[in-house]
Nanobody
Framework: QVQVVESGGGLAQPGGSLRLSCSAS????????MVWYRQAPGKQRELVAF???????NYTDSVKGRFTISRDNAKNTVYLQMNSLKPEDTAVYYC???????????????WGQGTQVTVSS
């Protein structure tokens, strides 16, 4: 059993900052990558930021230069530092952990329940 839990969402003013955290726990052998997605009302879920076990990162164009993804491998935790927030960043943010639960298990992914981020004055 694997659990993925996000935290850190809330209300921020335009131009403000928030920091999201996501921790994976349970029967985890190795985490390959952790990914932040978001889904705004009436829109499809989109990938926001990705980080591999080796630290390679990628971002969707709309957040480049404003958001930073990082991870603590020892804690199976990923962070999303969001600066210069805009109203269009308002969404539910989801964490996705891509991992294996044993040395010979297939790669699988697990989702958190999501955390609401609202950017408004």
């Amino acid at each position: 059993q694997v659990q993925v839990v996000e935290s850190g969402g809330g209300l921020a003013q335009p131009g403000g900052s928030l920091r999201l955290s996501c921790s994976a726990s349970g029967s985890i052998f190795e985490i390959y990558a952790m990914v932040w997605y978001r889904q705004a009302p009436g829109k499809q879920r989109e990938l926001v930021a990705f980080i591999s076990s080796g630290g390679a990162t990628n971002y969707t164009d709309s957040v480049k230069g404003r958001f930073t993804i990082s991870r603590d491998n020892a804690k199976n935790t990923v962070y999303l530092q969001m600066n210069s927030l805009k109203p269009e960043d308002t969404a539910v943010y989801y964490c996705n952990a891509i991992l294996i639960i044993s040395h010979d298990s297939p790669v699988d992914d697990y989702w958190g329940q999501g955390t609401q981020v609202t950017v408004s004055s």
